[in-house]
């Protein structure tokens, strides 16, 4: 509800028109006259409804970002309150940008697309299963109207998951991409699923390979198995 707004008018000449600013955008607002001279006042006119302009959206609010597999990311925003909105929104933008990729992967997700797109309880979730994996993203939000983008939300910070099945042939090499600080020893352990008992192989005896100043890569040649079948295995580091 917006309060009652009284505005003069001294017309030198007809037809009388006046400019109301200081409104609310995306608002409903009943307008009403009545005329003043020397002997009264008249009574006010019919109210007419009219509706203002949408306005861009005000910024969105990151409750979280998760990975819960390869090449997966999922940002959790809070949904804008009404008088945020200034209009109907219609999208959610956002920037992933990383030193590790020479372009950023912005991507626009608009809310009647499924496959991006959750509303619940006043959360609003965008998800994407195909952006590059072992990458630490720089992430932020833009919520979208007919008025265009909204303010910029805060920037967060994420690792895509490289935890993930690989199948394999016994004896096969195995590689993994992991965050990497010299301060730590590192150790993988793999176990493989099939007709045989569930195997474990714990490396002990590695080969690594700094790929940047922040991942590198450990390699190690499985153990050999009885069996010719594929397996897959879940590693982690």
Avoid: H
Wanted: a negative charge; aromatic letters at 10%; hydrophobic letters at 35%.
């Amino acid at each position: 509800l917006v309060p009652t707004l009284f505005r003069p008018i001294y017309p030198a000449v007809a037809p009388i028109s006046v400019n109301i600013t200081g409104l609310q955008e995306y608002n409903n607002y009943t307008i009403s006259v009545r005329a003043i001279n020397g002997e009264g006042t008249s009574e006010y006119t019919v109210g007419v409804v009219q509706q203002t302009d949408q306005g861009v959206p005000a910024a969105p609010t990151i409750i979280n970002i998760t990975s819960s597999g390869p090449a997966q990311i999922c940002v959790l925003f809070t949904e804008l309150p009404p008088i945020k909105q200034n209009g109907f929104i219609d999208r959610y933008f956002l920037y992933l940008s990383s030193s590790e990729i020479s372009v950023p992967d912005n991507r626009t997700c608009y809310i009647n697309n499924p496959d991006c797109f959750t509303e619940d309880m006043g959360t609003i979730k965008i998800c994407y299963n195909d952006v590059d994996d072992a990458i630490e993203y720089i992430v932020s939000g833009r919520a979208g109207n007919g008025a265009g983008l909204g303010a910029e939300s805060e920037v967060r910070e994420i690792l895509i998951n490289t935890v993930f099945p690989t199948i394999l042939t016994p004896s096969q090499n195995i590689s993994m991409i992991v965050e990497f600080d010299i301060n730590f020893e590192y150790n993988l352990t793999c176990e493989s699923e099939g007709t045989q008992p569930l195997t474990s192989v714990v490396w002990t005896d590695y080969k690594f390979e700094t790929i940047s100043s922040q991942f590198l890569t450990i390699t190690n040649e499985l153990l050999s198995e009885s069996s010719s079948e594929d397996k897959i295995f879940y590693c982690v580091a």
